[in-house]
């Protein structure tokens, strides 16, 4: 069994403290080259897969190992991706990461910002798996884990239902609910994990638990929120909404008005009613500034929105439109840089803010003057309504903090030669945008280690998180996530 211990843990990320080289977190720095392992111990694992089993000489390896966010610092060279058949290959898998000391990494919708998605040991891809089955009447959904956030709300949509989860529908459904899940509706449903009924879990010593308020009420309550350090999820099921359409789209604005914007936003957002959202999106590329809106609720609320909005500045162009809900959640990520080929590299650094104070104004604008075009800088899930009533340690997930908003710079490029200097960049913009203190990390959005370590992760969760750990996995055997080490780790 490999045993990764605390001081391991702690070398590697001094070594690549201050800034994006937070590969650390989770287990690894970047791609060491994958260990050897006998050929014919791969064979054998192959022979009882449903799946398959990806390896280094096939031709769909680069593209099996890679994950959304992908640069050198990230980049993960593994031995095998274990693109699951069924559930009994994420059994297998386990089996034989333990057997050969290899460090796993389990993906489903592999846009984690920080590549956990992929390892230089085994990775337990689940994407494959994409069963979905829809209860309208008791308005459930239970579906395998590989399915995208679009997918499950397609499937539903055409039950007149919506599922809670986050606002890119390429995002794995899993994956997002496991770490919280911040969407279009968390305001007035709360989040995504507020919703889960229960998890299939393949541990760590390959017991399969059906995990819900019943049969494992701790664990279940750890699932949601720190859902990647106790296991393999395989299916899940959660609870639907019913909203047929919504109404929602982008607003643009002129970049020249990005201070007026931010500040407009900043108030627009203070009193937003439960069933509202938006993002706003900065780029000196080809977007410009986009309000990207969301709202569930009666025509006369929606119309003064739209007019406070229309107040803020002159909009130089308007794509907003009642629709169901399952196409406004099918449009673009804010962070997809636009038109032509997907760049080699992509990276993204996030903050926590419990305000948009005018010093915060001051740097995004101050960055998007000197961003190159792909540069999209962004405020999301600004925190309101039904996600901030329920309390704290309610479930693993606790950062519920009223008007608080997640900031991020998301970047993409594909000339090899200038890799520092765009890393480089991201590491100014994360110094420049840091809080001084109390700062606290939402799972999801980790792209950096603080001293506090978990601690900003979970806050006041984090002791009781500690010891299911301690049960379920005390060899940290699940660590590429935002992880929780055990104390004998
Ligand atoms: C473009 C983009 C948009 C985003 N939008 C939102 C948003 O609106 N709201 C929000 O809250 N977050 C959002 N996120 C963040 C996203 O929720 C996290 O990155 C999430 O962890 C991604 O899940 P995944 O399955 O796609 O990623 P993966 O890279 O596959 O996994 C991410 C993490 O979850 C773990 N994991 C995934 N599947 C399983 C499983 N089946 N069993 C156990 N562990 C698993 C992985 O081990 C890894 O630690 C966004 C990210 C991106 C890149």
Known sequence: MNTFTRRDFIQQTAALSGGLGCAAIGGLTGAAGPPEINPAALARLQAKLKGRLVLASDAAYETARRVF???PRTEQKPVGIVQCGDEEDAVRAVEFAREFSLEVAVRSGGHSHLAWGSSNGLVIDLSPLKRISVDPERRIVRAQAGVTSGEVARAVGEHGLVPVLGQCPGVGATGVTL?????????????S????LSTRVVTADTRTLEVNAETHPDLFWGMRGAGANF???TSFEARLQSIDQVFGGDIHFAVSDARTVLRGFSDLMYEAPDGFQATLNLTLGERGIFLSLCHSGEETER???LRKIRSIAKPIKEAVRR????DHAEKAAATNSGRGPSPTFRAIQTVYRDRITDDVIDIIVDQLTNASPDVILGLSHYMHGEVCRVKPDATAF????AHSVHLRAAFAWSDSKTNEQRLAWGDKWLRLLRPTSDERIYANYQTYETKAGSRSLF????DRLLALKNQYDPTNFFRRNANIAPSRS
């Open 459 to 462: 806050g006041p969760n984090y």
């Open 179 to 191: 770490g919280g899940g911040l969407g279009w509706l968390s305001g007035l449903f709360g989040a």
């Open 69 to 71: 966010y992908w640069n």
């Open 398 to 401: 606790p950062h519920r903090a």
């Open 193 to 196: 994990c507020d919703n889960l």
């Open 323 to 326: 629709q169901p809900f399952a």
């Open 303 to 305: 119309d003064q929105l």
């Open 231 to 233: 296991g393999v999820t």
